[in-house]
């Protein structure tokens, strides 16, 4: 993902996300840049190196953080792209699928 691309996509989906502290929305935005730069990847390798590896798992353990909080962005900002669309919206799975032996 390009640079620009990255930080306007990462805009878009933390947007709707209320963590009620100013440090830990800036502190997924943070992990969010990285794993989209690393989509695939362990946290260790897109964190890039330990102190934000381990910046990561504190933010994921901390108990002012839940699930619906880390979700709630990304709910929004697919709200708002499915109602920009005209026509029919057609979903699919992506993920990656292995098939040894091909």
């Known amino acids: 993902m390009r640079e620009r691309n990255r930080a306007e996509w990462v805009q878009e989906e933390v947007v709707g996300c209320e963590f009620g502290d100013r440090r830990l929305g800036k502190r997924f935005e943070k ?12 946290f260790s390798v897109a964190c890039q190196d330990w ?38 919206l057609l979903v699919s799975r992506s993920g990656m699928v292995e098939t040894p032996g091909l």
């Open 31 to 42: 992990l969010l840049s990285a794993i989209a730069g690393q989509i695939g990847s362990s």
């Open 51 to 88: 102190a934000n590896t381990k910046a990561a798992y504190r933010f994921l353990s901390n108990a002012r953080v839940s699930e619906r909080e880390i979700l709630a962005g990304h709910f929004q900002a697919t709200r708002e792209r499915a109602a920009a669309t005209e026509g029919p």
